[in-house]
């Protein structure tokens, strides 16, 4: 198969390797005091008085350190036409600085756009997993995808 | 009511008011470099060629600016214990920069938990409204919140 994935690349059923993220402390908080300044993202002994247990990444900095896996991995190689939307996001666990987080991408279904003939949507099932062998957070995501008979 | 926010103090059918944002080009393009480095997240003229119609943020990027206006406009100042996570993210219009981004949060339902008896969770439906009064993304979050008996 070419690295350059088009609509009919995708087959239910195929699990596409991502690869990992070291989750850097720096960086959870720079995101935290940008985009969800509460206090368990930001200071240890904050997390560690939370449901969290100590100080842990923002939901949606885990989620956006999956999507630059997501753009590496699968996307930046391919015809995407971005995403009308998500599903299913769950945190699982909470994500450590320190973590080495290690992603994947499940096909669950392909679907060709009558209204849209030049496009067509699959539907991954992301799971990012920590270095201990823990899911931490998956999600469902549906992505547009250029057909190959439409590429140039 | 106070503006410091327990679990009893949510009500399925409230509207609370979350405040704007106005989208900048260089922290979409900050955004995109670091975690969605797709080309039309990052020049415009790989914008205008894509079905987003111009240089746009990355759907992470506007749930995370939506994310500092939920801690701003009603998080940070409340018994917010996280979130298991987020359902149905529909990103339905492109977001540009220069549009000015209008949050709300109305209450779907409550639900106080038997496991754990200091918490409730509180499940939300977010919407954010560009200045053309048309919606660019709505989403659903289940968030935990401290009950007031259990306050200091």
Known sequence: MSTFRHFED???GQV???????????EVIAFATEFDPQPFHLDEEAGKASVLGGLAASGWH???MLMRLMCDGLL??????GSPGIDEVRWMRPVFPGDTLNATAE???TRALRSRPGLGVVTLRMTLVNQHGVPVMTLENSILFGRRENAA
Chains 1, 2 share one sequence.
């Open 76 to 81: 930046l190689a391919s015809s995407c036409n």
């Open 10 to 12: 995708f087959e239910p």
């Open 107 to 109: 096909v669950l279904a």
């Open 62 to 64: 885990t989620s956006s």
């Open 16 to 26: 596409i390797p991502l690869g990992s993220k070291l989750v850097d402390r720096d």
